[in-house]
């Protein structure tokens, strides 16, 4: 036996509701990420030697990039714990 449903149609029932006071959004940052990195990019690593940045993705600690070592094939790596210099 189904008991009714003492909500309205359409009401979330406090599920889901976003309080404009609680938690303000963080703006989306236009600068420049501060490893400098860009896809295409060649870097160069301590263990991997010579490569290319394919993907960037994340941002702050988070950063990770994919790059392409010719003698080491594609790898992620954390951007706060590589060293990698930017190839001129």
């Not at 990420?33 to 690593?45: I, T």
Request: no cysteine.
């Amino acid at each position: 036996m189904g008991y009714p449903s003492s909500r309205g149609a359409g009401s979330s029932g406090g599920y889901g509701r976003s309080e404009t006071n609680a938690h303000p959004q963080v703006p989306v940052q236009k600068a420049e990420p501060a490893h400098g990195l860009k896809a295409g990019m060649k870097v160069f690593h301590t263990k991997f030697g010579e490569g290319t940045v394919l993907t960037l993705e994340g941002s702050g600690t988070d950063a990770r990039a994919q790059i392409n070592f010719p003698r080491h094939g594609h790898k992620w790596l954390a951007l706060s714990v590589a060293k990698l210099t930017p190839v001129t």
